[in-house]
């Protein structure tokens, strides 16, 4: 596996709205169409939270997070309307990379970029909803299943085959390995 190498590949930098074209492209290359969110929707969470949204390795990766409230959940393409006045986590929405550079370390280096801007904040917890069979690559980074009562009307937007989960990162406890990373 090749690493991630920041001068040739280029760093994780904040995304722009010029860079929803390069969104919308890794999008039909990452994820099964069921799965594909609109530019609106990716828009409105641009707007919303610029400050949690990421492009990775020369415009071939992105990241959205927003501050957002557990119990809430997101649903797969649908308008947040607007952020919660007391969020208790930092969602991690939607991470892709190109499949042409996938196993390049920019997923990982993505996800240390979300987690570290999380502790920065000030949350305790990171959540996202795990789809396409990558729970495992996310309990790489701590994240582990939620259990029982999740929300069932929200995960079934992502479509009753891809069960999709949800899965959260408490950050009071962080792993030696993301110590070392970030
Ligand atoms: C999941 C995804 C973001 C990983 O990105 P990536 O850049 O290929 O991952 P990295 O190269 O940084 O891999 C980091 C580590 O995770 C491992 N890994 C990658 N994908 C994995 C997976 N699906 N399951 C388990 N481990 C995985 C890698 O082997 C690597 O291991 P190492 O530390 O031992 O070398 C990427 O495969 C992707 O975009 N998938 C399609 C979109 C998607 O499903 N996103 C997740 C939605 S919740």
Sequence with gaps: MTPFDYNTAGAIRPMLPDDLDAVLRIQILAY???LHESRTTFAEKLGL???GCWIGGRSVAY???FPWLQELGVGLNAP????PATPDCLYMHDMAVDPAFH???IGRALAHTALASAKRMGFHRVMLTAVQESTGFWSRFG???VSGNSNRTLLRTYGDEERACLMIRDITAPDVRLLREV
């Design 80 to 83: 947040l309307g607007r952020l």
């Design 103 to 105: 196993g390049c370390g």
């Design 143 to 145: 994240f582990k299943v």
């Design 63 to 65: 990241l959205f997070s």
């Design 32 to 34: 099964k169409p069921h």
């Design 49 to 51: 939270f610029p400050g």
